[in-house]
């Protein structure tokens, strides 16, 4: 089968967001005393949650990835699904993060932004896992 041109673009939304994660964890790592700490850690969940919009936006898009693989592999389409529905999830933990983040304890903002970044990560691998099944093609790894 050949691989579709989503998939190209799938790998440079991953790069994104694996960016936005690098940007975030540094900000978590940051001494939550400094004055800059929320409003850094604000920052890069933004950016981590204008990452996830585009690649929801391209992924979802009616010629995106996502329908793609409902038409070139129909067995999937409940595993598509899965991660549709965890995109919503991921935006409106990013959204309540955002919104906490200015007044929140730093111990809790940064519990929360680390199951934030692990769900992320663990949906990085189903979909690149779903990538996989579809079309034997691991776009993990690098992105």
């Given at each position: 089968?050949?691989l579709?041109?989503?998939i190209e673009q ?6 994104a ?12 790592a940051m001494?939550?005393s400094?004055?800059a700490?929320?409003?850094?850690v604000?920052?890069a969940l ?9 690649h929801?936006?391209?992924v979802?898009a ?7 693989l409902i038409?070139d592999?129909?067995r ?5 699904r899965?991660?549709?529905r965890d995109?919503r ?9 955002i919104?906490?983040?200015?007044g929140a304890d730093a111990?809790?903002?940064?519990s929360?932004?680390?199951d ?8 990085r691998?189903?979909g690149a ?5 579809a ?6 790894g690098?992105g």
């Amino acid at each position: 089968m050949e691989l579709p041109v989503q998939i190209e673009q799938a790998q440079k939304r991953r790069l994104a967001l694996r960016d936005a994660l690098t940007t975030l964890e540094q900000a978590l790592a940051m001494a939550s005393s400094s004055p800059a700490w929320r409003s850094t850690v604000t920052r890069a969940l933004v950016e981590v949650r204008t990452a996830i919009e585009a690649h929801v936006e391209e992924v979802e898009a009616g010629d995106g990835l996502l329908p793609q693989l409902i038409t070139d592999a129909p067995r999937l389409s409940n595993l598509v699904r899965i991660l549709e529905r965890d995109h919503r999830r991921l935006l409106d933990t990013c959204d309540e993060l955002i919104s906490v983040a200015s007044g929140a304890d730093a111990g809790e903002i940064r519990s929360m932004a680390r199951d934030l970044m692990g769900d992320l990560v663990d949906h990085r691998q189903q979909g690149a896992d779903l990538v996989y099944a579809a079309y034997s093609e691991d776009i993990g790894g690098q992105g």
